[in-house]
């Protein structure tokens, strides 16, 4: 592990990654079925989160605004266009569940979003997202700890058999399911928690809904206190894991950092292999293993002569960094948008949280740029190698489909890293 830069004296982003809490909480309620996202804020925050999630998925994103202005929010802030804008939705449909989200302008003025809930006579959970601190992977993590906490019923005992799945916001909904089928394959009935893999996978359904159509079911929400294990994906979960046990001290939870690469799946498969009591595992994970250990070696000499920039959530850092640090590639620099615990654990020379500037003038440090939409320019302008990864990709379709997880996506994550840095270095060569 290398140096952990968590302050650069900057007094502002100057080309900022970050994304809001918001946003983050959005998108979680978005894995409910039938969940209206409701932000309370001003109609810009909502706007730019419908756009920018559209654009990201190529999918319809709905999501309603209680429309505060900083004169209403001064005057009475969600007292009223909390409860006018749960009507203004239920009087045109009626959702399963509404999610409500707080802002930075709400924020600031104090809105007690509680006690406003209490007035509201319809299935509500409520979540503190200011966006001016934390970022998107902080948001999607309190918006499941409000679900937990609120839905769900506490029980004394267990159902053998089903599992839990918390993932963390960096994994896309292709690789939810690819986690659910692995843990299924050692006979368990397995919910996510939130479920993008039903919601916003690419899916052509029979018509356009004004709700969130897929993704876990309220009542299955409710019950989720009767699993008899919980699996939780990424650091910023570990607080949703705990509030479940809240609810169920007899919950065996098993935590993992991230699931991409080898030794992370080794883990898990170790694990589901401990707790359900088989000896083997199914065959098509040995099979898959195989695949990557092969993957690892055929990519070694690319990846080993390659200096990577990684940018990104500290949960996609950690899963990216460990992947091709296993494969012999070297981390010189990763970008994390806001700090987080985890950081220490990421294997690069240097973790630095900050903006695409502090990247700019480092770019004598790497070659080839793992990262989102927003590294694009930054790779063209200084001739650096590009894979586009994370939130927002609006230069690409298909981003629910792409895996980096276990044996299987991880086999393709390094295959296509691996031919990004010899397509970027035979165009040097020739340049």
Request: charged fraction near 20%.
């Amino acid at each position: 592990m290398g140096e952990v830069i968590r302050k650069t004296g900057k007094p502002l982003q100057v080309n900022p990654i970050r994304l809001s809490q918001p946003m983050g909480a959005t998108l979680a309620f978005l894995g409910v079925h039938g969940c209206m996202p409701l932000m309370h804020g001003g109609m810009g925050c909502t706007s730019f989160t419908k756009v920018f999630l559209t654009r990201h998925f190529s999918e319809p994103i709905a999501i309603q605004t209680t429309a505060v202005t900083d004169v209403s929010a001064v005057l009475d802030g969600g007292d009223t266009s909390i409860p006018e804008a749960v009507r203004n939705i239920t009087a045109k449909v009626t959702p399963s569940l509404i999610g409500l989200c707080s802002t930075g302008l709400t924020e600031t003025k104090g809105d007690d979003l509680g006690g406003i809930a209490g007035q509201v006579d319809f299935p509500l959970v409520y979540v503190h997202t200011t966006d001016y601190e934390g970022g998107l992977e902080s948001g999607w993590g309190k918006a499941v700890r409000a679900m937990i906490d609120q839905l769900t019923k506490p029980c004394d005992a267990v159902q053998k058999g089903k599992a839990i799945l918390l993932p963390h916001v960096g994994l896309q909904p292709i690789e939810v399911e690819r986690i659910k089928e692995f843990i299924a394959r050692f006979g368990y009935q397995v919910h996510a928690l939130p479920d993008l893999s039903t919601a916003l996978d690419g899916h052509l359904g029979e018509k356009q809904s004004a709700l969130s159509s897929g993704g876990i079911e309220v009542e299955q929400i409710r019950s989720l206190a009767e699993a008899a294990l919980v699996i939780s994906v990424g650091a910023s979960m570990l607080p949703s894991a705990a509030a479940l046990l809240n609810k169920n001290p007899a919950l065996c939870h098993r935590h993992f950092p991230h699931l991409q690469g080898l030794a992370a799946t080794d883990a898990l498969a170790a694990a589901l292999l401990a707790e359900s009591g088989r000896e083997l595992p199914h065959p098509a994970i040995v099979r898959w293993r195989r695949r990557l250990q092969d993957a690892m070696l055929d990519t070694h000499f690319a990846l080993g002569q390659t200096r990577f920039l990684v940018a990104g959530e500290p949960d996609f850092l950690a899963g990216a960094c460990q992947a091709l640090a296993e494969a012999g590639g070297r981390v010189t620099l990763a970008l994390a948008t806001v700090d987080a615990p985890g950081l220490d654990e990421v294997p690069a020379d240097r973790v630095l949280v900050g903006d695409l500037e502090d990247a700019e003038v480092r770019q004598e440090d790497y070659d080839l740029v793992i990262g989102n939409f927003h590294c694009e320019a930054l790779a063209h302008r200084h001739g650096k190698g590009l894979v586009l990864r994370g939130f927002p990709n609006w230069e690409e379709v298909g981003n629910q489909l792409k895996n980096d997880q276990l044996y299987e996506g991880g086999a393709y994550f390094l295959c296509e890293t691996a031919n990004a840095a010899e397509h970027h270095r035979r165009a040097t060569t020739h340049a």
